[in-house]
């Protein structure tokens, strides 16, 4: 109790507010344990919130201010107060077993939309005409993961996403090639040196 008491004295609240942070479940997986760690180090005392859904929900709590930062794929644009930046691009790739790609009607796993891999997925067959059916769709990166690791389907995701997750890649010209994508981090003005922080750790790991 003393000890708070100093620390509200010395304008410094033993309950910081906390930092909140949206992010890609992609990130989640793969960039977010490291960060973490060098975070801690930095600043014990901090307290964070983290969200984890796809970009455009993301932006969506982002603009009723229900987040500090985010980190998504693919989409940014001006925002009142805040400031975006490109800390990153990776190219799509089709990921699952070669096999299905050969077969004439191609199987795919597929997130719900909104999601740009999901549109890069059906334009490119569509432009290709392929033929295509649809045959797992959930809102779920766990159950897409799922589906492909199963055998069920193709899907589509980035080259970081397939490398830290074990799935195979299909690297021939079974399937119609699928566009680069960037890495956006959203961030909003004048937040403090914390929150900086973690965004600043967050660029550099995307940026990899």
Known sequence: ?????????????????????????????????????????????????????????????????????????????????????????????????????????????LLEPPCRFRDAALRALTQERRDYRLVLETPNLPAMRAGVRGGLGVSCRTRRFATAEGLPTITSDALPAVPEIETILVRRNHLGDAANDIGDLLAAAAEA
């Open 1 to 109: 109790a003393l000890n708070d008491r100093i620390m509200r004295t010395l304008g410094q609240d033993s309950e910081p507010e906390p930092i909140t942070v949206g992010m890609v479940q992609d990130f989640a997986d793969t960039l977010l344990p490291d960060v973490l760690g060098q975070f801690r180090l930095a600043h014990p005392r901090s307290r964070l919130v983290i969200q984890i859904g796809g970009s455009a929900e993301l932006l969506e709590m982002f603009d009723r201010s229900r987040l500090d930062l985010v980190l998504c794929l693919g989409q940014h644009g001006d925002r009142p107060g805040a400031s975006w930046k490109v800390v990153g691009q990776d190219r799509m790739t089709w990921i699952g077993d070669p096999a299905i790609a050969e077969l004439s009607e191609v199987p795919l796993v």
